[in-house]
């Protein structure tokens, strides 16, 4: 049996607040394979952005121990942590994060700038990855000139550009209309069936009927991990509101 890209043993993060320890996780042992698509849920508080933190190396446990790629990432820190971040994940945010006055090219570009990788090849790559989310044509254009579904494409494009192994989209389609929520779907999806480990945190259910895998978090512990044997298809359903508007 292939052994899975994310492995998590009693994962706890505890915040110091005051005189008070807040449990931000209390113990999440979890599995994620290869190529999974997961919806992780729950109500503010319930620990679902630390975990996806913890799996994005944005911050370390309290305790437990985290796998990536059978690396033991829980026990990294400084340079060694952030190069593994760089090196395996991207990062989708709801409010997409992009420099208002830099154009998509750019944006996209930004990452490998960090990386050191030479100028002629990151213009390559940024071009290469703004054709994968449908946006050749609007390379040069800035942020304010493209619409909110267009904005978080390049923002996908500028995660997609390192060539991670896993997607972390936190709230990916929260400050999006439904359509536009679809058509991001499925490119999340279709990106899926490419092989990108993708894993959305969201508190919309009609965003994790999407997900092949469901996680429901509630005061630091998963509460529920369900498979969902029969995702919607987002693309089915834009082909069809298209031919009920034609």
Do not use: W
Request: charged letters at 20%.
């Amino acid at each position: 049996m292939t052994d899975p890209l994310i492995r998590t043993r009693d994962l706890v993060k505890v915040y110091r607040v005051g005189d008070n320890d807040i449990h931000a996780l209390a113990g999440v042992s979890v599995d994620i394979a290869r190529g999974e698509s997961l919806a992780v849920m729950g109500p503010s508080g319930s620990g679902k952005s630390t975990f996806m933190n913890l799996l994005g190396c944005l911050d370390r446990p309290s305790s437990g121990e985290y796998l990536l790629g059978g690396q033991r990432v829980s026990e990294l820190a400084g340079d060694a942590l952030a190069a593994t971040r760089n090196r395996n994940i991207g990062f989708v945010f709801q409010n997409f994060n992009l420099l208002a006055r830099t154009s998509a090219l750019e944006n996209v570009e930004l990452p490998l700038v960090y990386a050191g990788v030479a100028a002629q090849d990151r213009r390559a790559r940024a071009l290469e990855m703004l054709a994968r989310v449908g946006l050749a044509a609007r390379a040069g254009h800035l942020p304010q000139q493209l619409s909110g579904g267009q904005q978080q494409r390049v923002a996908i494009a500028r995660a997609l550009v390192t060539r991670p192994v896993m997607l972390l989209a936190d709230e990916p389609t929260g400050a999006l209309d439904s359509r536009t929520s679809l058509e991001i779907m499925a490119l999340f999806q279709e990106l899926n069936r490419q092989g990108i480990t993708l894993l959305v945190v969201t508190h919309e259910a009609d965003v994790a009927r999407f997900a092949r895998r469901v996680l429901r978090f509630l005061d630091g512990k998963v509460i529920a991990d369900q498979a969902n044997a029969a995702p919607a298809d987002a693309q089915r359903l834009l082909e069809i509101e298209a031919a009920a508007a034609a």
